[in-house]
């Protein structure tokens, strides 16, 4: 039996296709190993959501190749679409499979074990890798993977979304990613319905820009969201990043009425300043932002509203970054997710002018991390004394005592202190108080 080993960078889209391939190589008879062990294939799912996340993904690639030098390498994912790929990966990659092309997996490997006895795939390579770097916007279809079982045990991720028709200006994605493509609704419920009948209580509906969904369609995500709901054994719904512009009052209401949505939402910002928003080719202002935070406050007691925030974005001056901040501050999130912006070439941020040094976006990076982690810690603690139901994930050993931990539907992480199994179970209680870290204690009530 072969030994297949497979890796995964970036966001939960991409977490959900590499659980997808695992699914499809098991189905093929391969044995999965972890990465760290001698594989007969190698499978990095790559990400170029940052310079960062390139150079990981060349880190990762090359790896795998030292793991076992006689090994099929495979690059898959965002980063091989994009032009820096064409002159960055090497010959130490074997196969390469472009985003829309992950079902293909197993076909590919036998094509190329095929060529190989001819010797035929280093040559063939370069033209591989230029007709899947050049996406050039021709309507797509949704590529249809589907998971029954997820690593998690509680919470699956459930992809219903590709592509990104936004173009921000400092994004690579929709370059590497391509337009729009919904998943059918259809497609969506029959596997809601499997990971139910496999156990798992909460589904969490991911996608490039989740928000779109149904564009392509005639579709909208607010009506797959209500299918969804109607799912027995499905007792809760997460939704992934949402663009704040979806955030209506006929939106939000009609999400309040679903008792299984968590009022947990995560609304992309990326700067608190208008001007910034109008270079970044955002499409919306901050007044129009923060008009969203205040309707779902309406509509939800005390929601967990998140961010993304960019600091250092190009031409960001003190001033603007200072006016990001007391908006940050004005609007009170849980979570801000805080990057320093990462200069993609093939972006129009790219070429603008007055880049921000490094070590300022460093310095504007760690003030709004400090004030990240006093607004988490303030909106954790407005639950200390509250009586909440928590899901329960896994057990963790702490002070000679056995917990079982798991989130509200806040997101906000509770210890339960038990001698039996509780894992994947429902336990209501009172949060009494911080047990360590981000973690509180809840009490029997």
Same mark, same amino acid.
């Given at each position: 039996? #072969? #030994? ?32 760290? $062990? ?64 992950? =079902? $293909? ?43 029954? *079982?997820?690593? $998690? ?23 590497? &990613? ?14 809601? *319905? &499997? ?63 679903? +008792? ?5 939402? =995560? ?17 919306? @202002? ?9 309707? %779902?406050?309406?509509?939800?007691? =005390? ?39 990462? &200069?993609? +070439? ?6 603008? #002018? ?8 460093? &310095? ?6 400090? %004030?990240? #982690? ?5 909106? *954790? ?39 039996? @199994? ?15 870290? @981000? ?7």
């Amino acid at each position: 039996m #072969k #030994k297949a080993a497979l890796h995964n960078l970036g966001c939960k889209v991409n977490a959900y296709e590499t659980e997808a391939m695992q699914h499809i190589l098991e189905a093929a008879g391969y044995e999965i190993v972890p990465f760290t $062990e001698k594989a007969d294939v190698y499978v990095i799912n790559t990400c170029s959501v940052t310079n960062i996340a390139d150079r990981k993904s060349r880190q990762m690639l090359h790896k795998a190749k030292k793991n076992n030098p006689y090994a099929v390498v495979v690059a898959a994912g965002c980063y091989v679409q994009t032009k820096e790929a064409e002159t960055a990966l090497d010959e130490s990659i074997d196969i390469i499979i472009g985003n829309n092309k992950k =079902h $293909e997996l197993v076909k590919l490997l036998e094509k190329f074990e095929a060529e190989k006895k001819q010797e035929e795939t280093k040559q063939n390579r370069k033209a591989q890798l230029a007709s899947i770097a050049d996406i050039n916007h021709e309507k797509q279809e949704y590529e249809e993977l589907y998971l029954e *079982r997820t690593a $998690e045990h509680t919470r699956a991720f459930l992809k219903v979304q590709d592509g990104c028709n936004q173009f921000c200006s400092y994004c690579i994605i929709p370059f590497a &990613r391509g337009r729009v493509r919904s998943r059918k609704a259809e497609d969506v419920l029959g596997e809601v *319905r &499997r990971l139910a009948e496999h156990g798992y209580r909460e589904v969490v509906l991911t996608g490039i820009h989740l928000s779109s969904y149904g564009a392509d369609t005639g579709d909208s995500l607010l009506h797959l969201i209500e299918l969804v709901h109607e799912v027995e054994g499905m007792k809760r719904i997460r939704l992934g990043s949402l663009e704040p512009r979806i955030v209506t009052e006929d939106f939000v209401k009609r999400l309040s009425r679903l +008792e299984k949505i968590c009022p947990h939402f =995560h609304l992309s910002l990326q700067s608190g300043c208008d001007t910034v928003l109008a270079r970044m080719n955002r499409r919306y @202002d901050t007044a129009e932002y923060e008009a969203g935070c205040q309707m %779902l406050r309406k509509y939800f007691s =005390h929601p967990a509203i998140t961010t993304d925030v960019i600091v250092g974005f190009p031409g960001e001056t003190e001033e603007e970054f200072q006016i990001t901040k007391e908006y940050l501050e004005r609007i009170h999130f849980y979570e801000m997710h805080i990057f320093k912006y990462s &200069r993609r +070439e093939g972006t129009k941020a790219a070429a603008m #002018k007055n880049q921000v040094p490094e070590p300022e976006k460093t &310095r504007r990076s760690a003030i709004l991390l400090d %004030l990240e #982690k006093k607004m988490s810690e303030e909106f *954790r603690n407005a639950y200390l004394g509250e009586t909440v139901t928590a899901l329960l994930e896994e057990k963790m050993e702490f002070e000679g005592k056995t917990y079982f931990t798991g989130y509200t539907k806040e997101y906000v992480k509770v210890a339960f202190e038990a001698g039996s @199994d509780l894992t994947n179970q429902f336990v209501t209680g009172k949060i009494s108080e911080q047990l360590t870290g @981000d973690i509180y204690l809840m009490v029997e009530f």
